[in-house]
T-cell receptor, first 113, second 113 residues
Framework: GQQLNQSPQSMFIQEGEDVSMNCTSS?????WLWYKQEPGEGPVLLIA?????ELTSNGRLTAQFGITRKDSFLNISASIPSDVGIYFC?????????????FGKGTKLSVKP | NAGVTQTPKFRILKIGQSMTLQCTQD?????MYWYRQDPGMGLKLIYY???????DKGEVPNGYNVSRSTTEDFPLRLELAAPSQTSVYFC????????????FGSGTRLTVV
């Protein structure tokens, strides 16, 4: 089946640093989503991307939908302690079965004050 | 609005016992999903439903059953619990157009001993 490779697996950074993580796939998607999961909670949608090449921002977060439709990246600028959590990418091909949101394995972010 | 509500939050089962994980949503979403999350493995789809009376298998359905008698509720049943089912279970829902992203519950942490 389809798989997403998300990297890095974990990051330990200093408060104020910028963060970059990415997701690649062997097959194409027509939607990329980025979620954040905090301890003891379910994932929460951060950014949704619907078009190849699209660049979308949400506050300090910026995500891009790769031109090849097989990759996406998420950047966080000027990190703060509350950015701690696990970030998941997810790819989807909507219009067919609704059971096809594929998740990466996550990037665990730790921010040192 | 409550969003997606899951109960219980924690449960310990003995091998061979059965239980039902409850999920209800108040957003009038047609689509509902059950995922399991194992450490470092992302989220795997167990079952999903595109509307009341309709369910379908996801990637890892063995050992589980679901039903969808109403739009609001989507319970997940474990008939004969096994240690391999120790995991965190997340229920999610989405509107008819799944590309808007999923809303997740806060999870049920299940341990089978």
């Amino acid at each position: 089946g389809q798989q997403l490779n998300q990297s890095p697996q974990s990051m330990f950074i200093q408060e104020g640093e910028d963060v970059s993580m990415n997701c690649t796939s062997s097959s194409i998607f027509n939607t990329w989503l980025w979620y954040k999961q905090e301890p003891g909670e379910g994932p929460v949608l951060l950014i949704a991307l619907y078009k190849a090449g699209e660049l979308t921002s949400n506050g300090r977060l910026t995500a891009q939908f790769g031109i090849t439709r097989k990759d996406s990246f998420l950047n966080i600028s000027a990190s703060i302690p509350s950015d701690v959590g696990i970030y998941f990418c997810a790819g989807m091909n909507y219009g067919g079965s609704q059971g096809n949101l594929i998740f990466g394995k996550g990037t665990k972010l730790s921010v040192k004050p | 609005n409550a969003g997606v509500t899951q109960t219980p939050k924690f449960r310990i089962l003995k091998i061979g016992q059965s239980m039902t994980l409850q999920c209800t949503q108040d957003m009038n979403h047609n689509y509902m999903y059950w995922y399991r999350q194992d450490p470092g493995m992302g989220l795997k789809l167990i079952y999903y439903s595109v509307g009341a009376g309709i369910t379908d298998k996801g990637e890892v359905p063995n050992g589980y059953n679901v039903s969808r008698s109403t739009t609001e509720d989507f319970p997940l049943r474990l008939e004969l619990a096994a240690p391999s089912q120790t995991s965190v279970y997340f229920c999610a829902s989405s509107p008819r157009t799944g590309a808007l992203g999923y809303t997740f519950g806060s999870g049920t942490r299940l341990t089978v001993v």
